[in-house]
């Protein structure tokens, strides 16, 4: 039998499926607007061919690595190298990308109910036109399909962002990143579909061992020495503007805690120095980095970029992996996360300033109802951020509109953005956030506490309008 999708998938069953059919119609085929993606800028700028299926699909894909290797496939064997170039015994680099392609068809159970599945066949089956289900037996057949594919220009990047309907996408770029890719698409014409976000954070947590460096590299590109304080966040300004010049339109905050409490001019200074000489301590380093989150927030105020904050994550789990196979490879795990008080000093200081959008995106479920949502749900500056990592599924989708949708409404959100490196999942997870909406939204039609006319309308801003909202064009 040929491999298909159900066209009412993951929509409800029962007497809510004709009202979800007829509000997901209605935002099915709307532009998608992409503003916390993490695809790299250069694949757009030089617009060459994907190099294989393994590379596109399976490589960079972190919830499909680390599903096979919680079922003991070795990452050498997903084709990801150690740093020193040597794997461990019995586990040889694979370099072959069709043996890599085999040994994820041979494990295609392995994704049964999860969200990497849903992704994952619609790719296959809406982008690629692949007819059978991957399998050991099926995996040859399916890679010399897509490999095909891979070589035609419409399987181009830039081909694929016109049939995506992608409206504009925001790729995520380090402080120190010349932005050269970016000003070679704006010379091409897709400057304002194609925009960075000017992400800090090696330059905010002072015991990285590559903070020496990151500084180094700041000073270098902004011709500001900032191996003082009040340089360092001279030359931070200085980036921010040279992001905002090139279309950014945010900032992206990944930090462990949520703390964002302000310390005096002195003890930021005195932190700086001890970061300089090596002697900072992990608690101090912490209060720095809590302390520029709140110089983040002021600096928005200033340039008008809207700032995201993703905290929450224990990086690389896996000490010994993280070592072996390089930064973020040894599993990201949640952790229970504080933001009542944590979020109060920017929130204070911030939370009114008309400047000033603020969204806050989390790993800790538990927190959209007890903490997010009321936030949200009161400070003019707060939004909330699309369920995110571990949350971006159904059943988290679900739960995310049911817990926060009470207390902080539809339109203290940001709708749906994505968050993900996988480019050609796009289209997949709006997919599926519009089929939840319209489940969710089709459940208050029916209870009579929603009209469909007013439902319709706010899948529609759920979609469209509020990512465009949350993220506005500032100026150059």
Partial sequence: MSWSLHPERALPSGELRPISREIYHAIADLPL??????????????????????????????????????????????????????GPAGAPLETD???????????????????????????????????????????????????????RPDFRPRALFQRFNLEI????????DDLAAHRSLARQGWGERIVPTFRPDPLLHVNRPDWAGQLAALSQITGVDAHSYEGYLSALRQRRRDFRDAGARATDHGHLLADTTELSAEEATRIFAAALSGKVTAQEAQAFSGHMLFEMARMSCEDGLVMQLHPGSLRDH????????????????????????????????????????????????????????????????????????????????????????????????TGFVDDTRAYA??????????????????????????????????????????????YPALPH
């Fill in 97 to 151: 990308p069709r043996a890599i392609w085999r040994r994820f068809c041979s494990h295609w159970a392995l994704f049964r109910g999860t969200p990497t599945r849903y992704w994952l066949e619609h790719e296959l089956i809406e982008i690629f036109g692949v007819t059978e289900e991957p399998s050991a037996e099926s995996a040859d057949r399916i890679f010399d399909e897509i490999a095909a594919a891979l070589e």
């Fill in 318 to 413: 896996d000490r010994a992996v993280a070592r072996r196979y390089g930064h973020d490879k040894g599993f990201d795990i949640p952790i229970h996360t504080e933001y009542t008080r944590a979020l109060r000093p920017v929130l204070e200081a911030f939370g009114h300033h008309r400047g000033f959008r603020f969204i806050v995106f989390t790993l800790d479920e538990t927190a959209y109802s007890r903490e997010l949502a009321p936030l949200a749900g009161a400070y003019p500056a707060m939004r909330l951020g699309a369920p995110w990592w571990f949350l971006d599924s159904p059943e988290g989708m679900r739960r995310f509109r049911e817990s926060a949708t009470e207390t902080a409404g539809f339109y203290n959100t």
């Fill in 169 to 176: 996408l925001a790729t995520t770029d380090g402080a120190t």
């Fill in 425 to 470: 999942s796009i289209p997949a997870r709006h997919d599926l956030a519009r089929r939840i909406d319209a489940g969710f939204l089709a459940r208050l039609v029916a209870e009579h506490r929603m009209g469909l006319d007013e439902a319709i309308e706010t899948a529609i801003d759920l979609s469209y309008h509020l990512p465009k909202a949350a």
């Fill in 33 to 86: 607007v992409s503003m916390h993606g993490h695809v790299d800028v250069r694949a757009f700028a030089e617009d060459a061919a994907f190099p294989d299926p393994a590379q596109l699909l399976v490589v960079p894909d972190h919830y499909l690595v680390r599903m096979l290797v919680s079922q003991g496939v070795p990452l050498p064997a997903l084709g990801i190298p150690p740093m020193d170039g040597a």
